[in-house]
């Protein structure tokens, strides 16, 4: 049982868990209690139809998520990053985006630091502290939704590889998922993965079947093991991704982040075209985030230049693939793609 300060949470737990928990209460008091945390409740207090001194005896006994907001930063692009201090004094990010539409989606962390190392990433350079336990995963959610109001997705691309802490991860997406619950569909739900073969079999073995991407970056062996050289090796990724096909029929996106003068040339756009043969995909083409510090054999990163960004993905439409742009997002308060857990950069 996740606790704060000595309290048990009660964030992220099944109703039927909730009931138990908060026995000798009535079992409708434990659906009052769901149905508020569910709607973004940020405080017993905020639950109005709970008596005053049910409401002062529940924050006396219980906390309602782990570890507190210790800042939220707002981007003018209409980006909302959470930064939450756990109860042991480790920090998470969590990110709320807004597309053009309107339509918002909560980027959520699995992980307090990474243990993968990609070189283009803050939270890989952060190093590995520990796997969240559901009720800090699930809560980023409840706590965004306490911000948003309704929320049409949730991408699991936020500090940490999901794939790594399946079982949390799998505990706190049933809550946001099940019957019980908002029903929010797996289909809504997308899982980003360094190529984890293990966890990519068993996620299409025993579901959910949420929606897969890779974060592939170049599909040149040599390249990729220098860019990310925690990630399995690609033959065994590609394999595992066309099982996970088979079973699910889903389409993959193969996320490629843009990395100036290393990863944008003719034969990046082959080598990704020929990993992509044989299986359903989409492109989606993320420029590289600036993060001060971040280098590559002895050489500071940079963004690509339009140029770059412009030719790669023409290249890659002549052979035949299906390309999508990601446009840049919350940059000024340092929640865009691989740069949770650093500092803004304006």
């Avoid at 005053?52 to 939220?72: D, I, N, T």
């Avoid at 797996?186 to 984890?196: A, E, L, M, Q, Y």
């Avoid at 995909?281 to 690509?304: C, M, Q």
Wanted: overall charge neutral; proline content about 6%; glycine content about 12%.
């Amino acid at each position: 049982m996740p606790r704060n300060a000595g309290r048990p949470v009660l964030a992220a737990l099944p109703v039927e868990e909730l009931a138990v928990l908060l026995s000798p209460l009535p079992g409708y008091r434990a659906k009052q209690l769901f149905s508020w945390i569910h709607r973004g409740a940020g405080t017993f207090d905020d639950m109005t139809d709970l008596p005053l001194p049910l409401r002062a005896e529940l924050s006396e006994r219980f906390a309602l998520y782990p570890g507190e907001v210790a800042a939220e930063l707002r981007d003018p692009d209409g980006t909302v990053k959470l930064r939450i201090t756990l109860d042991d004094g480790y920090c998470v990010e969590a990110v709320l985006l807004t597309d053009g539409e309107g339509r918002r989606t909560a980027c959520l962390s699995t992980q307090a630091g990474c243990p993968m190392g990609c070189i283009f990433c803050k939270t890989g350079a952060l190093g590995f502290r520990r796997n969240l336990d559901s009720a800090e995963i699930g809560s980023q959610f409840f706590r965004l939704k306490g911000i948003a109001g309704d929320i049409a997705n949730i991408v699991f691309m936020g500090m940490g590889e999901p794939l790594l802490n399946l079982q949390e991860l799998r505990r706190a997406a049933a809550v946001l998922t099940g019957g019980e619950s908002m029903g929010f569909s797996p289909r809504r739900i997308t899982v980003s993965t360094c190529g984890i073969v293990a966890g990519i079999r068993d996620l299409g073995e025993n579901g959910p079947r949420f929606r897969l991407a890779l974060s592939l970056t170049t599909a040149d062996e040599k390249l990729r093991r220098r860019l990310l050289p925690a990630a399995d090796p690609l033959p065994a990724v590609k394999e595992a991704l066309r099982q996970y096909q088979e079973q699910t029929g889903q389409r993959i996106t193969l996320e490629a982040v843009l990395l100036g003068g290393v990863n944008t040339r003719p034969k990046d756009a082959d080598a990704l075209a020929d990993f992509a043969a044989g299986l359903n995909v989409a492109v989606n083409l993320i420029p590289w985030n600036p993060v001060e510090g971040l280098g590559f054999e002895g050489r500071p990163l940079r963004e690509p230049d339009a140029g770059e960004i412009a030719r790669l993905e023409l290249w890659l439409g002549k052979l035949g693939l299906n390309v999508t742009r990601r446009f840049r997002k919350g940059r000024s308060i340092g929640g865009a793609c691989g740069q949770l857990g650093g500092t803004p950069t304006g």
